[in-house]
RNA sequence: GGAGAGGUCGCAUAGUGGUCUAGUGCGCUCGCCUGGAAAGCGGGUAAGGUUAACAGCCUUCGAGGGUUCGAAUCCCUCCCUCUCCGCCA
């Protein structure tokens, strides 16, 4: 969310924001905001006035009947008139409110002056050109769901006869693979990257998903459990980052860095046909997540930081990748920048992505109004919160897959795996 | 799921319709005292809105509604915590 005072402000910068993120459309709602914006301030100031004139003459009508000095029922009568007007501008600056509150929950966040202009995908910026390992891949290539299938480690059709297409079943070997890579890389993390590691729970409230931004724009693709009200989460992003929501955290409590593994739902509403072969695009996946609250200052920082805590998971497993700075047109509504790291697939020919690394500076903060006292100041100011996968299992699957076939059509487990799988072939 | 108790300024508590602009203790902090400290004494000790303003005013006693000229206090709904019972990995 962006802060109202800065949108007065610098109304101008707003709206060549809207543009450059292709959202142009919204600057209906940019002046919309403004105008309910003067109307609301202009309201509050009345409103005010008439509360101070309340509750100074409710004061005389008690001294008078506790004196039992004349009577009230004058200013009683008065003051009925009063509440009466109160009431009615309440009425007028809640609905003005929501509706101001609406406007600011839908628009996007600022851009970091870093993010290339651009329409689609196709804008995007390489900002780490692709880094190969020694994989020998000089015969011909089976896909992931050919090795899948052909050892018995992944199986798409009884996934789909238990729940639907789009919900995988590991078994065996491949499930003993998953289990190896999140082990794998939550160590990692935590142990050489200075992560508290956290499980959150996978089920959660609305307001913590407004806290991170994916409601109410993007409500449709989460899914709801009705009868209690809940939301599987699309990401340990949204539990995690919300730990922290409503509350000041101390100066010297900063930076926080946790990572977290969850199970990730998604109802990909929308997005049927287009990459949704075998593990490309899933309604459930794992994902170890990295989550951070810095102060202000910090945040661009670890970003960095960040990133390379995801690229150091990809070179211990050797599975060759490149990074993206993504473009005003394609980054998410909440981020202010975002790199996309992209393994390769050899099979698909063609770069996954497998993680998002993000700053949101105060975005999510407001929204979650996460605070911190900074050292000398009595003022609590919004802190900044980061995140990135660190990473996804499932297109990490593909590339590892695909990367590791032998012309056999097994799989050579990398070595970093192996005191976790306890196998090193998958035959 | 059923029954009961309860949610007040960091913590503990007081407050059952109008001197509550929420008191007291602890903690924290500043000052006095002291050679220095402890004790003691005195002061301070939330967030948000409005505003040029750290002046004034307004809001917030779990959340949201209601009654009233006036609500921490009365009524309704919801959430959470604790105790007991039931069910259960």
Redesign the pocket.
């Known amino acids: 969310m962006l802060d109202?005072?800065y949108i007065r402000q610098n109304p101008e910068e707003v709206a060549e924001m809207l543009k450059k993120r292709q959202q142009a459309e919204d600057s209906i709602r940019l002046d919309e905001l403004l105008e309910f914006?003067i109307q609301?301030?202009?309201l509050?100031?009345k409103?005010?006035?008439l509360?101070?004139l309340?509750?100074?003459?409710?004061?005389d009508?008690?001294?008078i009947?506790?004196t039992g000095q004349g009577s009230?029922e004058d200013?009683?009568?008065e003051?009925?008139e009063?509440?009466d007007n109160?009431?009615r501008m309440n009425e007028t600056l809640?609905e003005l409110e929501e509706k101001m509150e609406a406007i600011l929950l839908s628009l996007p966040n600022k851009l970091h002056i870093d993010v290339p202009t651009g329409c689609s995908s196709e804008d995007n910026v390489i900002y780490k050109e692709p880094i190969a390992f020694d994989h020998a891949l000089d015969f011909p290539l089976k896909n992931h769901l050919d090795l899948g299938n052909t050892l018995g480690i992944l199986d798409f059709e009884r996934g789909a006869k238990i729940s639907g297409s789009g919900f995988p079943v590991y078994a065996g070997k491949g499930a003993r693979l998953e289990r190896a890579l999140l082990n794998f890389m939550l160590d990692y993390h935590t142990e050489k990257h200075g992560y508290t590691e956290i499980f959150p729970p996978f089920m959660v409230n609305e307001d913590s998903l407004r806290g991170t931004g994916q409601w109410p724009k993007f409500a449709d693709q989460v899914y709801y459990m009705n009868e209690d009200d809940l939301y599987a989460i699309p990401t340990a992003e949204v539990p995690v980052t919300n730990l922290h929501r409503e509350e000041?955290l101390r100066d010297e409590q900063l930076p926080i860095s946790y990572a977290a593994y969850s199970a990730c739902f998604r109802r990909e509403a929308g997005s049927y046909g287009k990459d949704t072969r075998g593990f490309l695009r899933v309604h459930q996946f794992n994902k170890v997540e990295m989550v951070k609250f810095t102060r202000p200052e910090d945040s661009y920082d670890a970003l960095e930081e960040i990133l390379h805590n995801a690229e150091a998971i990809l070179k211990a497993l050797k599975i060759p990748y490149r990074v993206l700075l993504l473009c005003s047109g394609d980054i998410s509504a909440t981020a202010a920048k975002c790199y996309d790291i992209e393994v390769w697939s050899p099979a698909e020919n063609k770069f996954l992505e497998a993680s998002s690394c993000s700053n949101f500076e105060d975005y999510q903060a407001r929204r979650a109004n996460i605070?911190f006292?900074p050292a000398g100041s009595?003022?609590?100011v919004f802190i900044h919160t980061l995140n990135g996968s660190g990473l996804a299992t499932s297109r990490l699957m593909v590339s590892l897959l695909e990367n590791y076939q032998t012309p056999e059509g097994t799989i050579i487990v990398p070595e970093v795996l192996r005191k976790y799988t306890g196998f090193d072939l998958i035959d």
Do not use: Y
């Open positions: 109202i005072n914006d609301r301030r202009q509050v100031q409103s005010d006035e509360k101070a309340r509750n100074k003459v409710s004061k009508i008690a001294t009947k506790r009230a200013l009683i009568r003051m009925k009063v509440a109160i009431a809640g000041i605070r006292k009595s003022k609590p």
